[in-house]
């Protein structure tokens, strides 16, 4: 199995300042014969379902703010808030899809300082 | 728009086989490409991707739970069912019906769409 391994486990940032969240995996998920990342991040709000954020891991999905951004390749991805606002609190969860047995990160926590 | 919504039992027995039934709509399980997967999270900790069935009726399985998982679709009605048999209490959580996003053609795949989730409690 691909493990995936986020960091840290949970922070809290003021309202407005940078939200930086870290997925390692213990494989590359680089594909080359078409260059793509296979990793997708995830926003779960307290009592609600998973929600798409980011996929190709840097492909945003539609609707999403574009205070939502990923980066990263290979083995060592960032998902990136540029600005916290209130409605981000949320728990977040990367997810490789390279491998046919999808895995998920143990997701990091998000609160308001 | 897609919608999914899973049904079932909220309470099981050990030992016994749990039904969850996945219903949608907004999309054809006919079309090329689609897929329907379920994954499951228990109580405060990560998600736990089991199974996905493809329009043309391939069917990927979590490997360590492969010979407990059976996954179905029933095109007329948009349903697809999870089977999972020999429920342990390890097994309670929240069970989620997602519809596939996309991917590779020989990798997995990233969920686009999510039901609300159905809670398992597996308890004598």
């Known amino acids: 199995d691909i493990v995936m391994t986020q960091s840290p486990n949970s922070l809290a940032v003021s309202l407005g300042e940078r939200v930086t969240i870290n997925c390692k995996s213990s494989?590359?998920?680089?594909?080359?014969?078409?260059?793509?990342?296979?990793l997708a991040w995830y926003q779960q709000k307290p009592g609600q379902s998973p929600k798409l954020l980011i996929y190709?891991?840097?492909t945003r999905e539609s609707g999403v703010p574009d205070r939502f951004s990923g980066s990263g390749s290979g083995t060592d991805f960032t998902l990136t808030i540029s600005s916290l606002q209130a409605e981000d609190v949320a728990i977040y969860y990367c997810?490789?899809?390279?491998?046919?047995?999808?895995?998920f990160g143990g997701g990091t926590k998000v609160e308001i300082k | 728009q897609i919608t999914l919504k899973e049904s079932g039992p909220t309470l099981v027995k050990p030992t016994q086989t749990l039904t969850l039934t996945c219903t949608f709509s907004?999309?054809?399980?006919?079309?090329?490409?689609?897929?329907v997967g379920w994954i499951r999270q228990p109580p405060g900790k990560a998600l736990e991707w089991l199974a996905l069935i493809y329009w043309n009726d391939d069917r990927r399985y979590r490997p360590f739970l492969k010979n407990r998982l059976t996954i179905t679709k029933d095109t007329s009605t948009n349903q697809v069912v999870l089977n999972m048999t020999k429920m342990d209490p390890v097994d309670t959580g929240t069970y989620y019906c997602v519809h596939r996003g996309g991917g590779g053609d020989y990798s997995g795949s990233y969920y686009d769409f999510w039901g609300q989730g159905t809670p398992v409690t597996v308890s004598s």
């Open positions: 907004g999309f054809s399980l006919n079309t090329n490409g689609v897929g």
């Open positions: 494989q590359s998920l680089l594909y080359r014969s078409n260059s793509k990342n296979y």
């Open positions: 190709w891991a840097s």
């Open positions: 997810q490789q899809f390279y491998s046919t047995l999808v895995t």
